[in-house]
T-cell receptor, first 117, second 107 residues
């Protein structure tokens, strides 16, 4: 089984609909992230969470909200979807290690392809 | 987290070494440099990271300049399966991802 799973893998919705993307991990990591990727571009951070009680906005949080229900689950919601939110969405996790200069690579899910009509 | 400059695309012949440069001139003294790659539209995959010394693992080697303002990822014997977008990301939390370098391995 995959360590980081995302559901759904593909979703087509209409403008104005509320959409939730879910991410689950079995790695036991404290840190979780949501990224968005538009065609031909790199990843842009939407929200990140360093533990269950910690939620931080990323570069492009407008129009999105998140919920960290448990250590293993981090959900991304689009309250009222619009066409320019059509993109590939990735969830990632990393381990909380001590110290600012500690290293910790991110582990990514397979992505959710969202289309807003 | 520091920002980076990478060439948008590079070609390399199969079997040759692929050298991917990255400029990260604003990196802080205690920030690691991480490299990931993304094959097609899959989730990015971690390759290697380093702080000051050169590093090598089963996937690649990482050369970091003495002033730490730039680094080079080396794939010693590139194969067609190494065709991907390669991202260089400095910073403890790896929160800022640029567009990366699209590496195309040619037969």
């Amino acid at each position: 089984d995959a360590d980081v799973t995302q559901t759904p893998r593909n979703r087509i919705t209409k403008t104005g609909k509320r959409i939730m993307l879910e991410c689950s991990q079995t790695k036991g990591h404290d840190r979780m992230y949501w990224y968005r990727q538009d065609p031909g571009l790199g990843l842009r951070l939407i929200y990140y969470s360093f533990d269950v009680k910690d939620i931080n906005k990323g570069e492009i949080s407008d129009g999105y909200s998140v919920s960290r229900q448990a250590q293993a689950k981090f959900s991304l919601s689009l309250e009222s979807a619009i066409p320019n939110q059509t993109a590939l969405y990735f969830c990632a996790t990393s381990e909380l290690s001590g110290g600012f200069d500690s290293y910790n690579e991110q582990f990514f899910g397979p992505g959710t392809r969202l289309t807003v009509l | 987290d520091a920002k980076t400059t990478q060439p948008p695309s590079m070609d390399c012949a199969e079997g040759r070494a692929a050298n991917l440069p990255c400029n990260h001139s604003t990196i802080s003294g205690n920030e690691y440099v991480y490299w990931y790659r993304q094959i097609h539209s899959q989730g990015p995959q971690y390759i290697i990271h380093g702080l000051k010394n050169n590093e090598t693992n089963e996937m690649a080697s990482l050369i970091i300049t003495e002033d730490r303002k730039s680094s080079t990822l080396i794939l010693p014997h590139a194969t067609l399966r190494d065709t991907a977008v390669y991202y260089c990301i400095p910073g403890a939390y790896q929160l800022i991802w640029g567009a990366g370098t699209k590496l195309i391995i040619k037969p």
